[in-house]
């Protein structure tokens, strides 16, 4: 793996001065087309919470220990979307899989988190704390990125949900907005809030963002259908109408992206994915709405989805083996799955420790072989730009064992 190159525009300005060449003249074309493709840049994290199951995600089909491990939870060969010999996509991640083959969409089948405690409220705040350990900060990760940019190529944060998650929260003020909120639709009502927080140092920038917000939302849902019509993916909405509404909102999270001066950061949270009983039928449904999320960003971001990485990930994967109820229970490693036409084209990211029975963690759970705050250092570093020595102090303190996973970009 191997550290990005960075030299931002002060640094070669200062090195012109110091050489006695034209500021104006030095390699404006370039370094200005180079901050200019940084700045169109996006990244968009799904968090799938209670535990997607990694081995339904991308089950690998070919490793000779899966179908015995696995039994009736195991996807058969012939059924699943193949991705190379090993593995496969599971049959409901039909957009992700057209995606794959255009060398869009790669799987990282063995990735955790450090929390081994698998308790869903621990797991998710070290995921979405960047920490190594449990409630050590009151600050997400994404938002800690956010402060790190440079003040050529400043980027906005939007959370999409009914509250701001953890990844989110920080000293950065991200906007939020909530599918299938209703929208103010009187000019009175804001005017007279801007009016009256017009001096307050904190409320009056927390408002204007906020009404930014609903313009976007407005103009996003309005690009959508005539009537501006958006459904959220409620849980146990089956079917065609589930599918069309997770499409929608991932067309409309495209939509605030792709509007000028929108936020190049996004954190949206899909909730269900704790299948303790009947597992085969709740995954497929869940999945189907993942993929379809996935295919309204996909469409709805238009050229931009060439500057845009996705990256789906989960608090920690299940148990390999099927409890007595049809589902598994709270495991170790998962299934990330990284979508975008920024992606480069390649194999799977990390390695496969397989299922054979003493490869599996504490003989019960698939192995991690790659910790996820390598990932998220990666795509922060390679495709947003960051510098590394902020994410290694700043973003990601103590955290030299994760390695920058290089070279996605």
């Known amino acids: ?60 089909v070919g490793d000779p220990h899966y179908q015995t491990l696995r039994r009736d939870l195991a996807i058969r060969k012939e059924d699943g979307l193949k991705l190379d010999g090993t593995f496969a996509l599971h049959p409901a991640l039909t957009a992700v899989h057209a995606l794959a083959l255009q060398g869009q969409a790669r799987i990282a089948p063995a990735v955790a988190s450090p929390d081994r405690a698998r308790s869903h409220f621990e797991a998710q705040d070290v995921l979405e704390s960047g920490s190594a350990q449990v409630y050590a900060t009151t600050s997400g990760w994404l938002n800690r990125a956010l402060e790190t940019f440079p003040a050529s190529g400043k980027a906005g944060g939007l959370s999409v949900g009914a509250t701001t998650p953890l990844i989110l929260r920080g000293k950065v003020q991200a906007a939020s907005w909530s599918p299938g909120r209703s929208v103010e639709d009187s000019p009175r009502l804001p005017g007279l809030l801007q009016d009256l927080y017009r001096n307050d140092p904190l409320m009056g920038p927390a408002l204007a963002r906020g009404l930014e917000t609903e313009a976007m939302a407005q103009t996003a849902l309005g690009a959508l259908s005539p009537a501006g019509g958006m459904m959220a993916p409620a849980p146990g909405r089956g079917g065609r109408e589930g599918r069309e509404a997770a499409r929608k909102l991932g067309a409309t999270l495209a939509g605030f992206l792709v509007q000028e001066g929108g936020p190049r950061i996004a954190a949206l949270s899909l909730d269900g994915w704790d299948t303790h009983a009947g597992q085969n039928g709740q995954i497929a449904t869940r999945l189907a709405y993942l993929d379809s999320v ?20 989960t608090e920690f994967g299940r148990t390999a083996r099927a409890n007595g109820t049809g589902g598994t229970d709270h ?49 922060l570093g390679d495709h947003l730009g960051l510098d590394r020595a902020a994410l290694e102090s700043r973003v990601f303190p103590g955290s030299p064992e994760a390695r920058a996973v290089t070279g996605l970009v």
């Open 1 to 60: 793996m191997t550290a990005h190159p960075m030299i931002n525009r002060r640094q070669a300005l200062a090195a012109a001065a110091g050489l006695g060449l034209s500021v104006t003249f030095l390699g404006r074309p370039a370094l200005a087309d180079r901050d200019s493709a940084l700045d169109r840049r996006k990244l968009v994290v799904v968090i799938c919470r209670g535990g997607m199951d990694g081995l339904s995600v991308s089950p690998p």
């Open 294 to 313: 996935l295919a309204g960003l996909n469409t709805g971001l238009g050229a931009e989805w060439q500057n845009t990485v996705v990256l789906t990930v």
């Open 331 to 379: 495991g170790t490693a998962s299934t990330a799955l990284l979508l975008g036409g920024a992606l480069k084209p390649g194999g799977i990211i990390g390695d496969w420790p397989g299922l054979a029975p003493t490869a599996l963690f504490e003989n019960r759970d698939l192995a991690p072989t790659l910790d996820l705050r390598g990932l998220f250092k990666g795509l």
